[in-house]
């Protein structure tokens, strides 16, 4: 559940963003929509909807907007938003404009993001999802999962320098879990979930209790000789891990 400062950053956001883009609908996915957010810990993964794609001078506003909040709160950086324009909804490969990582780019909103906000959406502004948003079935749910495994994930596992930052390490295992489980029983689970099912996949124990330390805990400062190890850790237990998931 979101704390106070986190209900007045995205208030505030809301706000903002209505005098400068076309705006529809606000909508929230993934940890906050999802029950499992932590404050200053967690993204705040949100999905703007356009009546129409921004203009050159919009778009520059927009990133100001952007840039104005972080000045104000540290919690902006956690803050990641996609603009799909209505009209380009039913496209789930389109990439739509997106400010992440405290810059403009162009990603898709991925079939995972439609279904959290088929499930459990949070309606920030406007229509719900399911008055603009095609639905996801099973199948194609199973098909971007695979796929992200099979080309993102196992190419990925041939940089192991990558591996010594805490965020591969996070997502390379938490992403493993959640697609087991939408694999297996055709469901999304959170980041608490996939750490249980982490466990019962085998992962290495000392690995899965230092994300949830980081995540849920006070963890303690990281070695270099820990992150070496937990490098290592995590590469041996993830290649095989993800052929037997995308077999």
């Not at 995205?10 to 993934?30: C, K, M």
């Not at 009209?87 to 439609?114: N, Y």
Request: net charge negative; with cysteine; charged share 25%.
């Amino acid at each position: 559940m979101a704390d106070q400062n986190t209900e007045q950053l995205i208030e505030r956001f809301v706000l903002a963003l209505r005098p400068v883009v076309p705006l529809v609908s606000v909508w929230a996915h993934g940890s906050l929509a999802g029950g499992d957010y932590q404050p200053g810990r967690s993204d705040l993964d949100l999905i703007a909807v356009l009546d129409r794609p921004c203009t050159v001078a919009e778009q520059q506003r927009l990133g100001e907007v952007h840039q104005d909040l972080g000045e104000v709160t540290p919690l902006a950086s956690k803050l990641h938003c996609s603009y799909p324009v209505v009209a380009e909804l039913d496209d789930s490969v389109h990439p739509h404009l997106t400010w992440a990582h405290e810059e403009l780019m162009h990603r898709p909103v991925t079939p995972v993001t439609r279904r959290e906000l088929h499930e459990f959406g949070l309606v920030l502004y406007g229509q719900p999802p399911a008055d603009l948003l095609p639905p996801v079935t099973d199948g194609q749910l199973a098909d971007f999962v695979v796929a992200d495994l099979k080309n993102f994930w196992l190419p990925a596992l041939d940089h192991p320098e990558r591996w010594l930052r805490d965020i591969w390490v996070d997502l390379g295992l938490l992403t493993l879990a959640r697609a087991t489980a939408t694999l297996q029983y055709g469901k999304l689970i959170t980041k608490a979930d996939a750490l249980d099912v982490l466990t019962e996949l085998g992962a290495p124990v000392d690995v899965v209790d230092d994300i949830r330390q980081r995540r849920y805990g006070v963890p303690d400062p990281a070695t270099e000789q820990w992150l070496t190890h937990r490098a290592e850790l995590t590469l041996a237990f993830l290649r095989p891990a993800i052929e037997q998931a995308i077999r």
